[in-house]
Nanobody
């Protein structure tokens, strides 16, 4: 079982930026696809972004595409989610998760990793966007 620890959440104004980090241990980060998910109170958890083991595929939900950027540093075992032009509807607890063999689901508006294929999850970090 992997340990994943999110950090970087907090309060931002609309239009502002935050960068989330996901530190993964104890194994090499390049063994796993890493996904970012978020959940607001009373709502279902939804996929935000994911990045494959070789950083070849980087997917984004339609709601964040063009505003968020996912990247990974396999040497440091850290995955980042840069969030720009934040909106109040981005307010949620953000989770990172790891999967060994993660499938893709392609639609007309987005290509996303399948949530059920992620088996290890972090504790979450709160992101609040408000003026």
């Amino acid at each position: 079982q992997l340990q994943l620890v999110e950090s970087g959440g907090g309060l931002a104004q609309p239009g502002g930026s935050l960068r989330l980090s996901c530190a993964v241990s104890p194994v090499n980060l390049n063994s796993y696809t890493i996904g970012w998910f978020r959940q607001a109170p009373g709502k279902e958890r939804e996929g935000v972004s994911c990045i494959d083991r070789a950083s070849i595929v980087r997917n984004y939900a339609a709601s964040v595409k063009g505003r968020f950027t996912v990247s990974r540093d396999n040497t440091k075992n850290i995955v980042y989610l840069q969030m720009d032009n934040l909106k109040p509807e981005d307010t949620a607890v953000y989770y990172c998760a790891a999967g060994s063999n993660v499938r893709q689901r392609v639609t007309n508006v987005q290509t996303m990793c399948i949530m059920d294929d992620f088996h290890d999850w972090g504790q979450g970090t709160q992101v609040t966007v408000s003026s």
